[in-house]
């Protein structure tokens, strides 16, 4: 495994491979490649770190199930560089799906479509439909243009964690997660902590009107707006991993909306204090500061092997949805 990282000027070796240093064109450029090879690179994107492979090689995605430990039918959100490319995986694009990758792409957004030809089973979990997202991240959209310019069609990606476990916010959270599973010929980019901090919004684009599957930055108030249509959301019936009841789950308890006992975790707003004998993990000024540090707080009640962590959750619209979502299921118990 191979770390690229913009930030550190060194290059070390461990056991399960190398680090590298410098996200540079060059680094983009072999990373790229390793793709084509068939190797896995984990990249940033703007929400969380995505584990990606080539979208079109079967044995390259088994090995994205084989390292997440993730259960096979379970589809990927293919990533792309740019909207235009959207023709490759699905035939089917609705008006109100071309308005919203007008306004919300490169963005926090994967929208859901009947799946072309170059869709296969290995990557819609033999469902009929695909999951795109072009991200707003410049390493991962120079990942994705140089894997475009040497004839790639699309990374495969779900975020680089552990099937169930809270997703990666940095490079260093990858390395945690996913060092012991990741093989000499694979690649980490760092591209520093991911500015918005949870998963993209999923919008079902296979009905007349759009429908959420999953909560995150493009609200519905935006989605509305945008279409001038009225949005529905999820029903018990979707298929997708992180609608599971248990999911983005720290190994520490997590409690919602009690009074913190003594030598547990807490994250709260920064106006509500920390109780005494508690350990304080985030304490955000805002809901998008909540969201971006919600991942790493869950991730330091681990690394204090804290045994519990209580979490005020933010109230009202916008990205508080979507916090609520991921904590309802991190505290849905064993
Ligand atoms: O922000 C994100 O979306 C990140 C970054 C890396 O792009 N990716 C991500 O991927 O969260 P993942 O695999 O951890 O979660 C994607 C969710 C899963 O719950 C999956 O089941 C669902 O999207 N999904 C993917 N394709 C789908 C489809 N065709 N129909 C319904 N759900 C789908
Ligand atoms: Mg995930």
Same mark, same amino acid.
């Given at each position: 495994?191979?770390?690229?990282?913009?930030?550190?000027?060194?290059?070390?070796?461990?056991?399960?491979?190398?680090? @590298?240093?410098?996200?540079?064109?060059?680094?983009?450029?072999?990373?790229?490649?390793?793709?084509?090879?068939? *190797? %896995?690179?984990?990249?940033?994107?703007?929400?969380?770190?995505?584990?990606?492979?080539?979208?079109?090689?079967?044995?390259?995605? *088994?090995?994205?199930?084989?390292?997440?430990?993730?259960?096979?039918?379970?589809?990927?959100?293919?990533?792309?560089?740019?909207?235009? %490319?959207?023709?490759?995986?699905?035939?089917?694009?609705?008006?109100?799906?071309?308005?919203?990758?007008?306004?919300?792409?490169?963005?926090?957004?994967?929208?859901?479509?009947?799946? =072309?030809?170059?869709?296969?089973?290995?990557?819609?979990?033999?469902?009929?439909?695909?999951?795109?997202?072009?991200?707003?991240?410049? !390493?991962?959209?120079?990942?994705?243009?140089?894997?475009?310019?040497?004839?790639?069609?699309?990374?495969?990606?779900?975020?680089?964690?552990?099937?169930?476990?809270?997703?990666?916010?940095?490079?260093?959270?990858?390395?945690?997660?996913?060092?012991?599973?990741?093989?000499?010929?694979?690649?980490?980019?760092?591209?520093?902590?991911?500015?918005?901090?949870?998963?993209?919004?999923?919008? +079902?684009? #296979?009905?007349?009107?759009?429908?959420? @599957?999953?909560?995150?930055? $493009? #609200?519905?108030?935006?989605?509305?707006?945008?279409? =001038? @249509?009225?949005?529905?959301?999820?029903?018990?019936?979707?298929?997708?991993?992180?609608?599971?009841?248990?999911?983005?789950?720290?190994?520490?308890?997590?409690?919602?909306?009690?009074?913190?006992?003594?030598?547990?975790? !807490?994250?709260? !707003?920064?106006? $509500?204090?920390?109780?005494?004998?508690?350990?304080?993990?985030?304490?955000?000024?805002?809901?998008?500061?909540?969201?971006?540090?919600?991942?790493?707080? %869950?991730?330091?009640?681990?690394?204090?092997?804290?045994?519990?962590?209580?979490?005020?959750?933010?109230?009202?619209?916008?990205?508080?949805?979507? $916090?609520? +979502?991921?904590?309802?299921?991190?505290?849905?118990?064993?």
């Amino acid at each position: 495994m191979v770390i690229f990282s913009q930030i550190h000027g060194i290059i070390a070796h461990m056991s399960t491979g190398q680090f @590298l240093s410098h996200c540079t064109a060059d680094a983009l450029s072999q990373a790229a490649q390793a793709l084509k090879d068939g *190797a %896995l690179v984990a990249f940033p994107t703007e929400t969380v770190y995505g584990l990606g492979a080539d979208a079109t090689n079967a044995e390259a995605v *088994a090995r994205i199930y084989e390292v997440k430990g993730r259960p096979a039918d379970h589809p990927l959100i293919v990533h792309l560089a740019s909207t235009q %490319l959207i023709v490759d995986w699905t035939d089917d694009v609705p008006d109100y799906a071309i308005a919203l990758a007008r306004e919300f792409w490169p963005g926090p957004m994967t929208l859901i479509f009947r799946r =072309g030809e170059l869709a296969k089973d290995f990557i819609t979990g033999g469902q009929e439909t695909v999951g795109l997202r072009v991200p707003d991240h410049v !390493f991962a959209l120079a990942l994705l243009e140089a894997f475009h310019k040497i004839g790639g069609k699309g990374v495969a990606a779900p975020s680089a964690n552990r099937f169930g476990h809270v997703s990666p916010t940095t490079a260093t959270d990858v390395t945690e997660e996913l060092s012991n599973f990741l093989a000499p010929q694979d690649l980490i980019l760092d591209g520093g902590a991911c500015s918005v901090g949870v998963e993209s919004t999923i919008i +079902d684009c #296979t009905g007349t009107a759009p429908r959420v @599957l999953r909560p995150g930055a $493009i #609200t519905v108030e935006m989605i509305e707006s945008t279409t =001038g @249509l009225k949005v529905t959301e999820i029903g018990d019936e979707i298929r997708a991993s992180g609608l599971l009841e248990k999911h983005y789950s720290p190994r520490a308890k997590v409690i919602l909306n009690q009074s913190p006992t003594v030598g547990s975790g !807490f994250i709260a !707003f920064s106006e $509500i204090e920390t109780p005494e004998g508690v350990t304080r993990l985030a304490a955000p000024a805002s809901n998008d500061e909540f969201a971006r540090t919600l991942y790493s707080a %869950l991730r330091a009640a681990d690394a204090q092997s804290l045994s519990s962590v209580f979490v005020h959750e933010p109230q009202g619209d916008g990205i508080a949805t979507a $916090i609520r +979502d991921r904590l309802s299921r991190a505290s849905k118990g064993g």
